[in-house]
């Protein structure tokens, strides 16, 4: 029998008038059997333009056409696996088209997102407020509807973005040949090497090899695996399409700062890959630099082995009998922590392992302070920390807490997580070097969620991408930050709360597009939002005059200005839109240019807002304070908690802390009654009630 072909043309759309498509409705060809579509695995992750190769079905592969402004993909995890480029909606901006020859089944494979889902359509402008076919919860991530007669349908999300992997279409069957299967193999870099077409039901033969793929400095080929990052041995039967990732990963040295974590409840662990540690039937044995602290993870309460040693050591383990293991943590550090008589944990310079040590086993009250140095945690992401710690470096400059991810997200790629309540932090910086300038990642790089309540930031530093900081708490979550710098590109500040910033410096990076400050998520029953005092707004000189200060994200958003000095101008309008229909609260008081020019004249003509946002500029400024703000009903003083103490070196307090510096290099950190003559001539800080020290004094 002739094989028939098919050739479908899938459009992804902007919200525009059919005509202005590039690919219109009309040149859609009918699809007549069944196909699984699925979004594009293979190019580079993150937040970069549609490119051919996006859409496939089958052996066949489409590409999405329009301008839509969110043209993008993102990793998510979607039906318990992860997707590194999965299909982003922007909710009614992006539109797939798709027409079928007759009633059909249609499943969609997504991601779990309470209050987002997909829409179907027979209408090409539609949102949960227009008719509709199906609508999907954001709760369920794989969703079937049934289509009960031929033509053509629109996918599109509501509730804002929303990542779908894939969608299957099941027609009657129209008696054609299927197509044989093809093996596609894809370089370390996601590039394709090439595919091969197989017969149905062979066993696999590898058409390439380790010489043929891109093997980055400090890294080993491990072998081929699928999308999930298992591996797919040579002679597994191929009865459907199937795709190939060289997959390489670091190779692992013992050294100082180094912090591994083998889970060995993973389908996808390979001892094979690592080669610090060695599994046999009855023992595991793990390498380490010297001084350590491995954690063995067991169904129960973990085991906690510490090793001290200035050489390299191997560490062999012998678990109970029937004593499950599930993993393994390996913290290779200068020096164990400890506390010290003034009540605090001293991290030795870059020993990211040290910091990660002291941030999983914190308590409340613990006050961890990091000398100057740069703390690499490496790929891992979403650290938390769960305690009502301090966290304290010796200077907002000098002091680099960062990690790598290797994929960009929300919930995915974040520095650190503050899940605790009352969590301080002072003189520091911190980056999510995801599309950070210099960065090989691109997309959404937060560095710092804070989930908690009540946290503090003073001369602290954040860096990242999209999503700087990102504030995921409670309705009624407050905080404060003073004193410091956020920079990133779009929606850098971003989440709901009532966070107050004071005489805090925002930094646009350069940007392909405008960039955007802040995109609240406040909830109708939080008050305030966002409240900048007294900020000041810098840039790259590419972005003068188009960055914008904020656009709604989800709920009532909400963000008031007042006394906002601008370096670089704004975009005339001052504000833009993400999705319609949103009340927003934004606000300006005094907003200004740096030669003291006022700047006037902002609004939010044509954004889609809903009709009784609140004007720019109201009258009222008597309830943006900082008492109605912070210090709410129970009288929370986030600024005076923050304070700096001035040590006063002819009146030392014998039960203060002070760190101590010789010509700005770390001494050590004592109580008043430990400082000596030994210490005159150098310059002493004394540390405010949550450890945080001021300027120096000569002692």
Same mark, same amino acid.
């Not at 997102?113 to 949960?128: A, C, F, M, Q």
């Not at 991530?141 to 992997?165: K, N, R």
């Not at 066993?203 to 390439?208: R, S």
């Not at 790259?540 to 101008?569: D, L």
């Given at each position: ?20 498509? +590039? ?33 496939? $079905? ?12 969110? #043209? ?88 804002? @973005?929303? *990542?779908?992997?894939?969608? +299957? ?93 083998? &889970? ?98 914190? #308590? ?70 995801? +599309? ?24 602290? +530093?954040? %860096?990242?991408? #999209? ?19 956020? =920079? ?9 709360? @009532?966070?107050?910033? =004071? ?10 597009? @405008? ?5 609240? $998520? ?57 999705? /319609?229909?949103?009340?927003?609260? *934004? ?22 807002? /809903? ?25 929370? &003083?986030? /600024?005076?908690?923050?304070? %700096? ?55």
């Amino acid at each position: 029998m002739q094989r028939r072909r098919y050739i479908f043309t899938i459009a992804l759309c902007a919200l525009m008038t059919v005509s202005a498509w +590039s690919v219109t409705v009309d040149d859609l060809q009918t699809i007549t059997k069944s196909y699984t579509f699925t979004a594009d695995e293979y190019t580079d992750n993150g937040t970069s333009e549609w490119t051919a190769n996006t859409l496939r $079905a089958g052996n066949r592969i489409f590409t999405p056409t329009g301008n839509s402004v969110a #043209q993008s993909k993102g990793k998510s995890t979607i039906h318990g696996q992860s997707h590194l480029n999965c299909l982003r909606l922007k909710n009614v901006q992006n539109k797939i088209a798709f027409r079928v020859a007759d009633t059909c089944t249609v499943t969609f494979y997504t991601e779990i997102r309470e209050e987002r889902g997909l829409i179907v359509s027979k209408h090409d402008r539609t949102s949960t407020s227009d008719p509709y076919y199906a609508l999907q919860p954001g709760n369920m991530p794989v969703w079937s509807t049934h289509l009960d007669e031929a033509g053509t349908y629109y996918l599109s999300g509501y509730g804002g @973005d929303y *990542f779908i992997a894939g969608f +299957s279409i099941v027609l009657p069957d129209d008696g054609s040949e299927p197509d044989k299967p093809v093996v596609r193999y894809f370089d370390t870099n996601g590039v394709l090497l090439g595919r091969d077409t197989v017969e149905a039901g062979s066993a696999l033969q590898y058409k390439y090899s380790a010489t043929d793929i891109t093997i980055p400095q400090s890294k080993v080929f491990r072998g081929w695996c699928n999308g999930d990052e298992r591996k797919v041995a040579e002679g597994t039967p191929v009865t459907a399409d199937i795709s190939l990732f060289a997959r390489a990963t670091d190779i692992e040295v013992a050294a100082v700062g180094k912090y591994f974590h083998y &889970d060995l409840s993973t389908d996808y662990f390979y001892p094979e890959d690592h080669e610090l540690l060695t599994l046999t039937d009855s023992t595991i044995a793990v390498q380490v630099a010297g001084n350590a602290v491995v954690i063995i993870l067991t169904d129960g309460e973990p085991i906690t082995h510490r090793h001290e040693g200035r050489t390299p050591a191997t560490l062999t383990f012998t678990p109970h009998k029937g004593e499950h293991i599930r993993g393994v943590k390996v913290y290779n550090v200068a020096t164990i922590p400890a506390k010290n008589a003034a009540g605090y944990y001293v991290i030795s310079p870059n020993d990211g392992a040290a910091l990660l040590l002291m941030l999983a086993t914190a #308590q409340d009250g613990d006050r961890i302070f990091l000398m100057n140095g740069t703390y690499d945690l490496g790929h891992e992401t979403l650290t938390p920390i769960d305690a009502a710690v301090s966290l304290i470096g010796q200077s907002t400059d000098g002091v680099l807490i960062v990690n790598h991810p290797l994929y960009s997200g929300m919930n995915n790629a974040e520095t650190l997580v503050l899940r605790a309540d009352n969590i301080y932090m002072q003189d520091l910086s911190i980056r999510c070097d995801v +599309s950070y300038p210099g960065s090989i990642t691109h997309g959404v790089g937060i560095a710092v969620q804070v989930q908690g309540d009540k946290s503090i930031f003073q001369h602290v +530093s954040l %860096q990242g991408n #999209q999503d700087t900081y990102y504030s995921n708490g409670t309705a009624t979550q407050r905080g404060w930050f003073g004193n410091g710098r956020i =920079e990133g590109t779009v929606d850098f500040i971003c989440g709901g709360g @009532d966070i107050w910033f =004071e005489n805090t410096l925002l930094y646009l990076n350069a940007r392909k597009n @405008d960039d955007v400050i802040i995109a609240p $998520a406040t909830r109708p029953e939080t008050r305030y939002g966002y409240m900048f005092h007294n900020c000041a707004i810098d840039g790259v000189a590419s972005q003068a005059g188009r960055w914008h200060i904020g656009r709604g994200w989800q709920h009532s958003p909400a963000g008031t200005w007042m006394g906002t000095t601008c370096r670089i101008a704004p975009s005339p309008q001052g504000y833009t839109h993400m999705n /319609a229909g949103l009340r927003v609260r *934004f606000h300006e008081f005094n907003t200004r240019m740096e030669d003291g020019t006022l700047i006037t004249g902002h609004n939010l003509n044509g954004l889609n807002y /809903a009709a009784d946002s609140d004007p720019v500029y109201p009258d009222n400024t008597g309830i943006y304070t900082y008492d109605n703000v912070v210090r709410g009903s129970d009288n929370w &003083d986030a /600024a005076a908690i923050a304070a %700096q103490a001035k040590a006063n070196p002819t009146k030392i307090d014998a039960d203060a802390a002070y760190l101590v510096e010789d010509k700005g290099a770390f001494v050590a950190i004592l109580k008043g009654a430990q400082l000596t003559a030994e210490h005159k001539g150098m310059t002493i800080r004394q540390a405010n009630g949550r450890g945080g020290f001021g300027e120096a004094v000569d002692f």
